[in-house]
């Protein structure tokens, strides 16, 4: 069963990891290292785990391959330039179809008249007027 | 060119320096983009294999983390800030992929009871802090393995020194706890 004290030597188990312990503090620790097994048995299981922690950390070892410059400078490019592409593809859209509006624009205004092929020609046919007729064109009441 | 850029500003101090390539990347400078890479590329890899305890993995996400950080190298607002704002973008992916692969985990052990305590000790430490979450592994790692002051691992996880303190403090215990039924096994 733990008592206050070996709450506050847990307590400070974990404060004198980062700080020294004050003369006080160092003579309870002491005073309960003796008085509680328990306790000076988890003292020791932390200064070990933390101690292994420490030692499992990777060092210089832990460098990335020689190829990482390289790859994170093209994934890079190719990111600037999704990004730019993606800044301005409103800008050249918009471009694109008033481009296109005025390409067409301009060609209907400029087109050549056709006097045979287009409704417009036909409209401007000039027709001789002549007598003569081909009966198969009336309608057969007046033939 | 890299090298005449590195040899003309060798007596410049590397913050400055820093700051220097900074700028001429926002410029859209490619070689300093390749120097800032060269300078941070060992400390992210070694943050990122410490916290995921995965060296490709760890790639992988400095990879992102550089990514990520050029792509908002416009809004950064002071120069002086992007290695710790790098350092930021790493850990948080980090714990990004803690946190996914600690959810697996739990379906895993659901599905398949752990068969003992590992022989070797990085398995065992990887197992143990396996077994945390996110926030207090990160924690931990920060203060232990990378050996970061309590401020910096606040500025790193912006969270306030208290929850820093209180954290490594929880995990300090969970860890030995998990340390303890490790090796009663």
Redesign the interface.
Known sequence: MKGPGCRRF??LL?EI??REATPREEAFLGRHRAACDACAR?EE??S???N?????????E????PS??R???R???V??LR?GVRYWSPALLGGAVAAGLLLAAVQAMTKPVDPTGSHLGEARRVVKPSLAYNADDLPKTLR | MLDAARFSSAAVDPAALERQWVARVRKGDEAALGLLIERHRMRLVRTAANLLRDRHEAEDVSQEAFLKAFREIAKLRDDRAFSGYLYRICVRLCMDRLRLKRAELVEFDRAEPCQGPAVENRVVIERLLDQLPADLRTTLVLREMEQLSYDEVAAVMQVPVGTVRSRLHTARERFRHLWLEANKD
């Open positions: 847990g307590r974990s990891v980062d988890e299981a932390a070990m785990s933390l292994l922690l420490r030692c499992a950390a990777f060092g210089t832990a460098d990335a391959e990482f410059d790859r994170v400078l994934r890079a490019q990111t600037m990004d």
